[in-house]
Structures are given as structure tokens and as C-alpha cells.
């Protein structure tokens, strides 16, 4: 099979760029992704460079493939004594699979690795390995005990990719709180968190990237204290030596990559956690699951843009967004 994995570009960026000068921005590339970090007020310049210095930090110890990281220890070992942000962000991701009925899993390398997404070589399984696979898959296995040691189910094996981008965002937000930085936007990647309001008093604009590609934005968003997270397979595939293509987003109850009416699922909520975890989740559920999920959740927005060219919006954010590709239609909770 060629090789032939293509990477993310940003599915949601920041548009607005606010007249007051007085920010302080750095840009780097960690988790995989170019970051930016724009941060206003007297501890800006100290709270950007104790972030930079975490998320560089984060994206060491939660890539299963660094060596000695965090996760490759605890997956080699099945066991280890972990505290922090890394036992924060497996307790968090533990829960979400719960909420989501385990439509998100970190349990999922297993069928990454069998699929060919950690080497960018595609493999086709047959049923009787993707089975094997799935044996493996379940984070209700996952013991986290008092003493801060976590052990996985025999054989299991954690990738923390669809949650740790979020995760880093709730992680900078504290770091932002405890130096007094009331106002600023970071960006990793697909995944955008806005705190307060710009400088200016007004709300941050949020833009979704046209799957269809191009430089024109699916919508614009207006929030403030929100991190926008969207997931979808458009632009991160494997494709064999006829042209198909395998998204990168698996289903672990088929095993295979995702097939959804969703081509695009954003997530907007507090939680950068959340917004993470739930964006993957929502794009494999497909619409119709999706919407009911919304429905029974309260602490969530969504934006769905579907394979038929509907563009689907929650009541709560709909009535925020501009500048839109089509015409929104409402979901009401």
C-alpha cells in the first residue's frame, strides 16, 4: 500500500484581531500542530511562557510514541504511578467514555495500530484481527487507584490524541487564572479556547474551516469563555493504491474508520475537555445519534455540517454565528 497519511490543518482558527496592541503572542509547533498563544494584561508575557513550557511538557508525556513519555511507560508496563496533569487527563477520559457509551475511547491505539495510523502505512484487516483488536478496547478496564497508580486491562494500550489538545487548553486556562490574564485565545490546531473577552470588551470570532477546502470558513462564531473543538476525517486519511479513502477517526464498535453523515462536528462548551473528547465522539455517532446526544446533555453546543450540505446548528450557539456557507438549520434541545 503507498504511503500516504495527510495531516490537519487548522479546522478552526481566530479571526478576530483585536486593535489594542498591548498582547502578548507566541507561536510553536508541539502536540503535532503549530500553536498560538495570545494572552492580554500585566502577566501576559509570564503566564505565555509558563504555558508554552507546559504544553511543550504535555506533548512529551502524552504522545505513546516518545520515548520514555508518560503514556509509552504506562502501556509498555500496564501499570504505573502517575499524578498531575497525566492522571488528570486519564481520569477525565475515562469518564467521557462513560458519558458517550464509548463512542470515545483512549483505549483505541489497538486499532489505530492495526489500521496503520501510527506509521502512515495503510493496512486492511481482516474481521478475525479487527476482532482481536477490539478485545482490547474498553476504558471501563482501567483501574485508577487513591494512591494515584493506574493500571490498564491485560493487553490494553492508551493514546490519549482525541482528548489531550482539549485537555492542554483547560490546562493554559488555569495557568492563565492564577497570573491574573483575564483576556486571551489559544489555538491548537482544530481546537480554539477563548477566555473573557477581547481587550476591546468584545467577543472573540471563531472561524470553521470548509471541509470542501479553500480559504472560505464553513461559519464564524462569536464566544466568549468557550473552546470551540471540531473533528472530522476530510483532511486526515490514508488512501490505498485505488484512491480510497480511511479516515483516521475510528469507530471501536466496528472497528473500522468512521463512516457518518457528518463531514464536520464542532463542539463548543467551557471544557476544552470536553469540547475534545465530545467532537470525535459526535462525528462517529452520525446525525441522528448526535442530536439526541445533544439533547441530553447541558453543558454543550454543536455545529454539524452533513454529507447533503445541511449545516445543522444548536439553539444555544446558532444565534452567534455569521458569515455562514449555507442557510443554519436550528436544533432545538
Request: with cysteine.
Amino acid at each position: 500500500m503507498k504511503k500516504r497519511l495527510f495531516l490537519p490543518l487548522l479546522a478552526a482558527a481566530l479571526l478576530s484581531s483585536c486593535k489594542n496592541n498591548s498582547a502578548d503572542e507566541c507561536s510553536f509547533y508541539a502536540m503535532d500542530t503549530y500553536i498560538t498563544l495570545k494572552a492580554y494584561g500585566d502577566g501576559a508575557a509570564q503566564a505565555n511562557e509558563e504555558a508554552q513550557k507546559k504544553i511543550k511538557e504535555l506533548s512529551s508525556e502524552l504522545d505513546p510514541y516518545v520515548e520514555g513519555s508518560a503514556i509509552q511507560s504506562l502501556n509498555l508496563n500496564g501499570k504505573a504511578d502517575t499524578a498531575g496533569e497525566v492522571r488528570g487527563l486519564i481520569e477525565a477520559s475515562v469518564g467521557l467514555s462513560e458519558r458517550t457509551s464509548d463512542v470515545f475511547d483512549i483505549t483505541i491505539l489497538p486499532l489505530k495500530k492495526l489500521w496503520g495510523f501510527d506509521t502512515g502505512v495503510l493496512y486492511i484487516p481482516s474481521a478475525q484481527e479487527i476482532a482481536q483488536a477490539q478485545s482490547l478496547i474498553g476504558s471501563d478496564r482501567i483501574l485508577i487507584s487513591e494512591s494515584g497508580q493506574i493500571e490498564l486491562g491485560e493487553g490494553q494500550k492508551i493514546d490519549p490524541g482525541a482528548v489531550a489538545k482539549g485537555y492542554a487548553c483547560d490546562v493554559v486556562k488555569k495557568i492563565y487564572a492564577d497570573r491574573g490574564v483575564e483576556s486571551a485565545i489559544l489555538s491548537l490546531g482544530g481546537n480554539v479556547m477563548a477566555i473573557g473577552q477581547g481587550p476591546d470588551k468584545s467577543s472573540w470570532s471563531v472561524g470553521i474551516s470548509d471541509p470542501e477546502g479553500g480559504t472560505d470558513y464553513l461559519c464564524v462564531l462569536s464566544v466568549t469563555d468557550k473552546c470551540v473543538v471540531t473533528s472530522g476525517n476530510y483532511r486526515r486519511y490514508l488512501t490505498d493504491d485505488e484512491g480510497r479513502r480511511y479516515g483516521h477517526i475510528i469507530d471501536p464498535e466496528s472497528g473500522r474508520p468512521a463512516e457518518s453523515d457528518i463531514v464536520s462536528a464542532t463542539v463548543i462548551c467551557e471544557s476544552g475537555t470536553v469540547a475534545d473528547a465530545l467532537s470525535t465522539a459526535v462525528f462517529v455517532m452520525g446525525s441522528e445519534k448526535a442530536i439526541d446526544f445533544y439533547k441530553n446533555s447541558d453543558d454543550i453546543d454543536i455545529i454539524l455540517y452533513l454529507s447533503d450540505g445541511r449545516l445543522l446548528a444548536s439553539e444555544g450557539i446558532a444565534g452567534q454565528i455569521s458569515a455562514t456557507k449555507t442557510v443554519i438549520q436550528t436544533i432545538k434541545h
